[in-house]
């Protein structure tokens, strides 16, 4: 279930006029049929959506702990997973990672689970339902690396019309655990059966320096998908060691 965002408005006509810019070094990407780190790629994304329901949630900031030039960030382990483009609005966070750690990015993504009320007897079937109709709407992602443009996600409603370096995916069933306190919406808290829909970038490793990752999300209601709205501009700058 997706949070309620501030509104702000964001550029994408940088892409756009770049895309064909070459990168100044090999910035590659894992696609969906890959085994990151020795583990399946929806696996990963498993792990990523158990960390995004575990952040509280905040009034103000929607994620509790996030602020400007901050680090809010998902470091354990062999990928570094980034904040969740619902939280909306502009956000610069600073962080150090490994030269050894993929990069996760949440595109765009939703997750419908037993916790929140109407779902908390639902199948797996009707629970990736519910996540794909979450994300309906006119979906355009863009991601930049070092300020050169890496990937892009172009959708509305059932259809992808353009995926560069990124991957649709549906995960299977899986249990998640919503806290009470979780930024997410919760009905009931505590463990149940989840399913999400969504659109992630997974970097490989960068090499050692500094380095800039920016992803900017604007999410437009269509008929299908009236009422879903978001704009974010996320930066992260990394000190890769």
């Not at 199948?123 to 979906?139: H, I, M, P, T, W």
């Not at 269509?222 to 974010?232: D, H, K, P, R, S």
Request: charged share 20%.
């Amino acid at each position: 279930m997706k949070t309620k965002n501030v509104l702000v408005t964001v550029s994408i006509s940088l892409f756009l006029a770049t895309v064909m810019v070459p990168m100044a070094y090999a910035v590659d990407v894992f696609h969906k049929d890959e085994l990151p780190f020795g583990k399946p790629y929806e696996d990963w994304v498993q792990d990523w959506w158990k960390w995004n329901a575990a952040i509280p949630g905040d009034p103000v900031t929607t994620f509790a702990g996030v602020k400007e030039n901050g680090c809010l960030i998902n470091n354990d382990g062999p990928v570094a997973m980034l904040i969740d483009p619902a939280i909306g609005g502009q956000h610069h966070q600073r962080c150090e990672i490994s030269s050894n750690q993929g990069i996760l990015i949440p595109a765009w993504s939703a997750l419908c689970s037993g916790a929140t009320k109407g779902n908390e007897n639902k199948s797996f079937k009707e629970l990736s339902e519910c996540a794909r109709q979450y994300n309906l709407g006119k979906v355009t992602v863009n991601a930049w690396v070092d300020n050169k443009p890496l990937a892009q996600v172009k959708a509305e409603d059932y259809k992808t019309i353009n995926l560069i370096n990124a991957t649709e995916l549906y995960t299977k069933g899986f249990n998640i655990t919503t806290p009470e306190d979780s930024n997410l919406a919760v009905d009931y808290p505590g463990t149940h059966l989840g399913a999400t829909h969504g659109w992630y970038i997974f970097l490989k490793p960068l090499p050692v320096g500094e380095h800039t990752v920016r992803y900017v999300n604007d999410v437009r209601e269509t008929t299908l998908g009236a009422g879903n709205t978001n704009n974010a501009d996320i930066t992260y700058s990394l000190k890769v060691k």
